[in-house]
């Protein structure tokens, strides 16, 4: 499948370090389906001074490494491969985005392909999860993978990783769920799951949500049939070319003796067309906070959306004042993302309200 120049134009500009933008290899196995593995960088493609080294490692190694280094991949899928970017996922941004979307969107339309597979780093990996699966809207599996170890680790948990990603992408078993997260042999829903721990190599996990499968051995078990989200919203980005066109939306966080004036900066200096605020307990925000934010809703008329600084749990629309928006069971992270699609479709006050109130026990 040959790339449209749209696609390469802005790979071409997501690309930084020289890395080749696509390698298509040759058919090994005509009974195997086709899998695109789309390489972004992260722990995943890093390399350490020693085996015990877990910490303080940098990106090195290509997508295209990373696949030579687990030859059973041949026994799963025909693969080929476009390096989006190279770089840890804290420096990934819509810039990388739009053409990995577009990419994507490309390969999962064509006949030729089965399902993606994204290599990314953890630290934003759920963001990345949560934009493609509100964007995509393909019954064809796409997964992403990552590691918490470099590939120097003695243990390295990136190539089990990657094997299971591209088992999921070849299977039909994997069809209608979205986007997926594989990781330490569980499979987590895009949409719901977070990084939970800065650390361990069981970070992915949606508590509340729960996990939609498991591999034992070398079988996908799903727990459940294919379903979306309550609350799962789709957004046509196909337009969508250059990243000043997704509005800034700001995230706030809430603590005892917040600054009240931290919206004021956002808004009139820094631009936002949108704020989201990690408030405390079930989203709250200081009463002289509340003051302020009110202000300047009054006078922007930008919406505010209240999501929470705890781990988990929800801020339902009632418990955010009567301007603002609760997130639902969305963290400050997704809502963003969520707030950013909304604005960029244009949707009016009450369409953001009716988006966010779905992501709320539906
Ligand atoms: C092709 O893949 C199938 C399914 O995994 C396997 O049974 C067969 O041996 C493979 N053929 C070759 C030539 O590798
Ligand atoms: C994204 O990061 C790259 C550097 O990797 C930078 O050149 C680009 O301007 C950033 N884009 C946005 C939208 O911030
Ligand atoms: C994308 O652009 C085309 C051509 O201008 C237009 O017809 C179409 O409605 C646009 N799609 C969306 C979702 O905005």
Request: net charge negative; with cysteine.
């Amino acid at each position: 499948m040959r790339l449209s120049n749209t696609l390469l134009l802005s790979l071409s500009v997501a690309i930084s370090n020289g890395a080749p933008l696509l390698e298509i290899r040759e058919e090994k196995n005509s009974s195997l389906p086709y899998v695109r593995i789309f390489g972004t960088g992260g722990t995943i493609a890093s390399r350490g001074s020693s085996g015990a080294t877990t910490a303080g490692y940098s990106v090195g190694l290509t997508v295209d490494d990373l696949i030579q280094a687990v030859p059973s991949l041949a026994d799963k899928a025909n693969l080929d491969y476009i390096q989006v970017a190279n770089v840890g996922s804290n420096s990934l941004n819509y810039t990388h985005l739009i053409p990995l979307h577009h990419g994507i969107s490309e390969a999962l339309a064509s006949d030729d392909y089965a399902g993606a597979v994204v290599t990314h780093g953890t630290d934003t990996l759920e963001e990345t999860a949560f934009f493609l699966d509100l964007t995509i809207n393909s019954e064809k599996p796409i997964c992403m993978v990552g590691a918490m170890r470099p590939a120097t680790a003695t243990s390295a948990d990136g190539p089990m990783n990657l094997y299971q990603g591209v088992s999921i992408a070849a299977s039909e078993k994997s069809q209608g769920r979205g986007t997926m997260i594989v990781l330490n042999d569980r499979i987590a829903s895009g949409f719901w799951t977070t990084k939970m721990n800065a650390n361990s190599l069981n970070t992915f996990a949606a508590d509340e949500q729960g996990y939609l499968g498991y591999f034992s051995n070398d079988d996908i078990e799903f727990y459940y049939p294919p379903v979306k989200p309550n609350g799962w919203h789709y957004f046509d980005v196909s337009n969508l070319t250059d990243a000043s066109e997704v509005p800034e939306v700001i995230i706030l966080y809430s603590y005892q003796n917040l600054n009240p004036q931290l919206i004021v900066k956002a808004v009139k200096d820094l631009g936002a067309k949108g704020i989201v605020l990690a408030g405390s307990g079930a989203g709250s925000w200081t009463a002289t906070g509340d003051i302020v934010n009110r202000q300047i809703f009054e006078e922007y008329g930008i919406p505010i959306v209240h999501s929470r600084r705890t781990a988990d749990g929800t801020v339902p629309p009632d418990d955010a004042p009567e301007y603002a928006i609760g997130s639902g069971y969305l963290n400050p992270q997704k809502s963003r993302i969520l707030l950013q699609l909304c604005l960029y479709s244009g949707y009016s006050m009450d369409q953001i309200r009716t988006v966010f109130s779905g992501v709320y026990g539906g």
